[in-house]
């Protein structure tokens, strides 16, 4: 009887899968693919840039259902097809409070120029900008729009960078742990929080570094946008925190109002009639436009780098992960295609896997022996992993605050079995084999065979870093032992040092790669990112086969559901436009 009772319920919630789960899945799929209504004569967008932010949109058709999430990428692609267009007269963008990351703000502000080059007004609106995050960033973009208003009472405390590191080692002492970590080299600081009780001369060094290079180019595109004096504009923001009207009197800002004046200001001026049309609502997925001709690759890849390929463990969590069997396949297939003539990686990554970033380097290598030149494109990180996979691109374009470089490695353990003892629990180890077999066991420090070992391999890995460096930005191996140390640099700071080619945006790279490809006109970009289709990821939120994702589509529809129908005709048709491309275990060291 029990098993009875389970075998109803799981028939039951398949039923319920069936007539519930599945409809709501693909009819919300659909409504995401229709057309939207059509786009009013005198049309303002509003860009909100309040909620979360990545630089690419996901991969996953299913990811993002119900979120509020935009990225940079369909912004700036979205800002280069609405200056063309005539319908549109004006761009209204919402602040956030706390900034954003200083890459992604720089891109944005490279977008809202060009546009505002194309005679097109963009206001800005904010109610308010705190300390928390990196305001500065915040606060340059607006001073990148023609008009920029903060709500009445509102408060600008845009006075400096500041941040806390979180230092483990006297709570560690006092429980036994013990944290054992190679670093290569002093200035690969991410693991001095589990050995150290405050900065290093190096990690105190390196990070006063990188925040100043951000804050000195964050007020420096403020002023140069506004034409104003720099030092005048530094002394009037670190005298705050300034309230609105103190802003306005002060000329940090340009009006005072609520958002609902300001939309009203910008739609008057656009002309009689002219609507608000949500930014998103605007955009479309320029995948779905085949390029014709010769074209450029675009490939993007965000996140943390691992090796194999995307399984998809959860879709509906929206990750961003850099695979390496998926990045470097989508190279290789453009290395490849006829048509496509150069390649833009756009890359933002912290690091990882130095296997990983490898093999992603191995694919660059192929497609510029095929004649294709690779310009890789930096968002707010280009560093550690995501340098190694950049280091022998034809070139690298990054902005001046992308943190780039960390030329090192780190790895290692913690000790616990001192600490579980403390609290009755004890962990006994056993082997076979060669002593290292059990250097990453957690129950007793290395030994000093075990530590030799784990250090000569850091060892080699640093070395294979340097010399891909060496190789690919042409430079002694000297000078890169030098410079790199486990050192992050902003992309300015990289620049000076031969890291870094130019100093831009994603467009900056484009013509780049056209001009390495010796293209000339309007190249259109093939996306060409790893994607895959919606069947495929309802396979992998369901546990099922593709397959099995249709059957359960075409239940659904035979239950009673003839939105489904509709539904399966779309995604069918997305299929056919998508096929041929166009659209910490102990050990492993953490880059």
Do not use: C
């Amino acid at each position: 009887m029990k098993q009875f009772l389970f075998t109803m319920a799981g028939v039951f919630a398949g039923l319920v899968l069936f007539m519930v789960f599945v409809p709501v899945v693909l009819v919300t799929m659909a409504l995401s693919a229709t057309a939207p209504e059509p786009i009013p004569g005198r049309t303002v967008l509003e860009l909100d840039l309040r909620g979360p932010l990545t630089d690419q949109a996901p991969h996953n058709p299913l990811w993002g259902i119900g979120r509020n999430s935009t990225s940079v990428m369909s912004i700036v692609e979205t800002l280069r097809r609405a200056e063309r267009d005539d319908r549109v007269k004006g761009v209204l963008v919402r602040l956030p409070e706390g900034g954003l990351e200083p890459g992604m703000a720089d891109e944005i502000r490279l977008g809202l120029n060009h546009f505002r080059a194309s005679g097109k007004p963009v206001y800005a609106h904010s109610q308010g900008i705190y300390p928390a995050g990196i305001g500065t960033t915040a606060y340059m973009l607006g001073r990148a729009a023609d008009q920029f208003w903060m709500q009445p009472g509102a408060s600008l405390q845009v006075t400096g960078l500041a941040t806390e590191e979180l230092f483990l080692k006297r709570f560690f002492d006092k429980y036994g742990v013990v944290p054992q970590f190679e670093q290569r080299y002093e200035y690969k600081n991410a693991v001095n929080g589990y050995m150290q009780s405050d900065f290093t001369p190096a990690h105190r060094e390196a990070t006063l570094s990188w925040m100043g290079s951000v804050y000195a180019s964050n007020l420096a595109f403020a002023a140069a946008d506004r034409k104003a004096d720099p030092a005048v504009l530094r002394r009037n923001l670190e005298a705050g925190p300034h309230g609105a009207q103190e802003a306005l009197r002060l000329r940090l800002i340009d009006g005072v109002g609520q958002v609902r004046e300001v939309q009203q200001a910008l739609l008057d001026k656009a002309g009689d009639g002219a609507r608000l049309i949500d930014f998103d609502d605007y955009a479309e997925d320029p995948s779905d436009r085949r390029p014709v001709g010769d074209a450029i690759g675009l490939i993007e890849a965000e996140g943390p780098i691992v090796t194999g390929r995307d399984r998809g463990s959860n879709p509906f969590t929206g990750g961003a992960t850099i695979y390496s069997d998926d990045i470097a396949k989508a190279v290789v297939r453009a290395a490849k295609a006829d048509s496509v003539k150069a390649i833009v990686l756009r890359l933002n990554s912290p690091g990882g896997s130095d296997t990983a970033s490898e093999q992603i380097l191995d694919a660059i290598r192929f497609a510029k022996s095929k004649g294709k030149p690779v310009v890789v494109s930096m968002s707010t990180y280009g560093a550690s992993g995501g340098y190694w996979i950049a280091s022998e691109a034809s070139s690298i374009v990054a902005q001046p605050t992308t943190l780039t470089g960390s030329i090192g490695v780190f790895g290692g353990k913690f000790a616990l079995g001192e600490a579980a003892a403390r609290f009755g629990v004890d962990i006994r180890p056993l082997g076979v084999g060669g002593e290292y077999a059990g250097a990453f066991g957690v129950s007793q420090p290395f030994t000093a065979d075990q530590r030799a070992a784990f250090s000569g391999w850091m060892d080699r890995i640093y070395e294979s870093f340097v010399a891909r460096v060496a190789a690919g930005r042409k430079l002694p191996v000297q000078r890169v032992r030098e410079i790199a140390k486990g050192r992050v640099w902003t992309g300015a700071q990289a620049r000076s040092l031969g890291l870094v080619d130019e100093v831009g945006g994603f467009y900056q790279a484009v013509d780049k790669a056209k001009q390495l490809a010796r293209l000339e006109g309007d190249v259109p970009i093939r996306r060409m990112t790893p994607t895959e289709g919606a069947f495929e990821a309802l396979q992998k939120a369901l546990g099922v086969s593709a397959a099995s994702a249709r059957t359960l589509a075409a239940a659904a529809w035979i239950f009673g559901d003839p939105r489904a129908q509709a539904v399966l005709d779309q995604v069918a048709e997305a299929r056919l436009r998508s096929e041929g491309g166009g659209t910490v275990l102990a050990p492993m060291p953490i880059r």
